[in-house]
């Protein structure tokens, strides 16, 4: 896992120096850098020989002048220091988000009881309409019935004696609405 974080650590520096990523790897020829150590280290991570002999393990690469001439001081806890305004703004922020994120939740949740409410009503209006469709389809069946019943027995009236006769219900009772019968 070293030489991963080591090799990362060479493509990033390359990055850094040179504003761009390495064309090829490995790298023979380095352009100029402002400092020779910056070169040097990377020489000893992405050039040809360090593919083949090894790179650095990560505590040689702290002994490198690059990084050796930097005075870390891990004794010390690094404090930050924010003005009291600052902090101010930060915590008003924070409620305001808070709150505005308690009204977007609050408002989801109404818009999800809504939608169940709809779509619940929705189904049994549906229900509704379509029992109230096949009654009117039913009583439009019956009439129809009806009027051919009474065609036909009027037709048998008037075809023997040549006089009319007036208009009589059929003597079988018609079926109530919403009950469905076979045609004669």
Same mark, same amino acid.
């Given at each position: 896992?070293?030489?991963?974080?080591?090799? +990362?650590?060479? /493509?990033? &520096?390359?990055?850094?120096?040179? #504003?761009? %990523? %390495?064309?090829?790897?490995?790298?023979?020829?380095?352009?100029?850098?402002? +400092?020779?150590?910056?070169?040097?280290?990377?020489?000893?991570? &992405?050039?040809?020989?360090?593919?083949?002999?090894?790179?650095?393990?990560?505590? $040689?690469?702290?002994?490198?002048?690059?990084?050796?001439?930097?005075? &870390?001081?891990?004794?010390?806890?690094?404090?930050?220091?924010?003005?009291?305004?600052?902090?101010?703004?930060?915590?008003?922020?924070?409620?305001?988000?808070?709150?505005?994120? $308690?009204?977007?939740?609050?408002?989801?949740? $109404?818009?999800?009881?809504?939608?169940?409410?709809?779509? /619940?009503? #929705?189904?049994?209006?549906?229900?509704?309409?379509?029992?109230?469709?096949?009654?009117?389809?039913?009583?439009?069946?019956?009439?129809?019935?009806?009027?051919?019943?009474?065609?036909?027995?009027?037709?048998?009236?008037?075809?023997?004696? #040549?006089? +009319?006769? %007036?208009?009589?219900? @059929?003597? +079988?009772?018609?079926?109530? %609405? #919403?009950?469905? /019968?076979? @045609?004669?």
């Amino acid at each position: 896992m070293e030489s991963i974080d080591v090799y +990362s650590f060479g /493509h990033l &520096l390359y990055e850094m120096t040179y #504003g761009r %990523p %390495p064309d090829s790897i490995p790298v023979d020829d380095f352009p100029p850098a402002p +400092s020779s150590c910056i070169i040097s280290v990377l020489q000893s991570i &992405l050039s040809t020989e360090a593919c083949k002999t090894g790179m650095p393990t990560v505590s $040689q690469l702290l002994q490198t002048p690059l990084v050796s001439d930097i005075f &870390l001081n891990t004794t010390e806890k690094p404090q930050f220091k924010i003005p009291t305004k600052l902090k101010e703004a930060l915590k008003t922020s924070k409620e305001c988000l808070e709150k505005r994120l $308690q009204e977007e939740q609050k408002t989801i949740h $109404q818009h999800k009881r809504l939608t169940r409410a709809q779509s /619940h009503h #929705g189904s049994e209006e549906e229900k509704k309409k379509r029992k109230i469709l096949a009654r009117k389809k039913s009583r439009q069946m019956a009439y129809e019935n009806e009027d051919d019943l009474s065609a036909k027995y009027t037709n048998s009236n008037n075809s023997g004696s #040549g006089t +009319s006769s %007036p208009l009589t219900s @059929p003597s +079988s009772p018609i079926p109530p %609405p #919403g009950t469905e /019968h076979a @045609p004669f």
